[in-house]
């Protein structure tokens, strides 16, 4: 267990960056990178940003987008990534008030962010405003209906978790159109080995029959180029 700093409703970065140290970990980012690969791959000439603890999953965009980057909530803390040394992508925010300009970002992959902001409109309508017309917003967060939100062993279990019809409300007021929505996490948050050596086998069944569990929603959405 990792000690959670869930009385502000924040994450701590340590707590993050070691919980994927973990085999369990190793696992959640695994297969939820396999949605990012597979919905973002061609980042090429673009700007991509990671909002919340997104770098386990940016590393993967840094030899063909234009520039890559992380913001970390103040709440939560920030680390220095890349990991390799240089010259470090990451900077600690308000979430709700992020130092860049108008329509400036291609992509923008929100991990751990959403679920525990005290404003959820107000970052979505941020994350809205630094978009690029047609930009588009990977969203992950945690499933209402799933073991992962039950238990407070990971950080898929602190927070507010979200059914998807609650995601795609969310997005509806804040003028995403969502393009694409999916689950990962079908196995259940436990570090047996025996159990993680299988969650090859039940991320492929859960993903074939649709089944409701999953620990975390993936919804993909665009940028709609008039407010209302």
Same mark, same amino acid.
């Given at each position: ?5 869930? =009385? ?6 340590? *707590? ?7 085999? $369990? ?13 597979? #919905? ?6 673009? /700007? %991509? &940003? ?8 940016? =590393? ?5 987008? %234009?520039?890559?980057? +992380?913001?970390?909530? +103040? ?6 990534? @890349?990991? *390799? ?13 992020? @130092? ?5 970002? *291609?992509?923008? &992959? ?6 525990? /902001? ?17 930009? #588009? ?23 507010? @978790?979200?059914?998807?019809?609650? $995601?795609?409300?969310? $997005? ?5 159109? @969502? ?5 990962? $996490?079908?196995? +259940? ?5 025996? &159990?993680?050596?299988?969650?090859? +086998? ?27």
């Amino acid at each position: 267990c990792y000690p959670w700093h869930t =009385d502000a409703m924040a994450l701590d970065v340590v *707590d993050l960056r070691s919980f994927y140290a973990t085999p $369990l970990g190793r696992v959640a980012r695994r297969f939820i990178g396999d949605i990012v690969a597979e #919905r973002w791959n061609n980042v090429t000439g673009l /700007s %991509v &940003l990671g909002v919340g603890f997104a770098t386990p999953w940016l =590393d993967r965009f840094r030899e063909k987008a %234009v520039r890559v980057i +992380a913001f970390m909530p +103040a709440e939560q803390g920030v680390v220095n990534w @890349p990991v *390799d040394g240089g010259i470090s992508s990451t900077a600690l925010v308000d979430c709700t008030m992020m @130092p860049l300009p108008d329509a400036c970002i *291609d992509r923008i &992959l929100v991990v751990h962010a959403l679920e525990v /902001s005290d404003s959820p409109h107000e970052m979505l309508a941020e994350i809205w405003r630094i978009l690029t017309p047609g930009g #588009r917003m990977l969203l992950v967060a945690p499933n209402r209906r799933s073991v992962w939100a039950r238990l407070d062993t990971t950080p898929f279990g602190q927070g507010q @978790p979200y059914s998807r019809g609650q $995601l795609r409300a969310l $997005l509806r007021e804040a003028q995403f159109s @969502p393009i694409f929505e999916g689950s990962a $996490l079908y196995v +259940a948050p436990f570090r047996r080995p025996s &159990l993680l050596r299988l969650a090859s +086998a039940f991320e492929k069944i859960g993903e074939k029959l649709g089944l409701p569990g999953a620990g975390v929603h993936v919804i993909e959405a665009t940028k709609q180029v008039y407010r209302l």
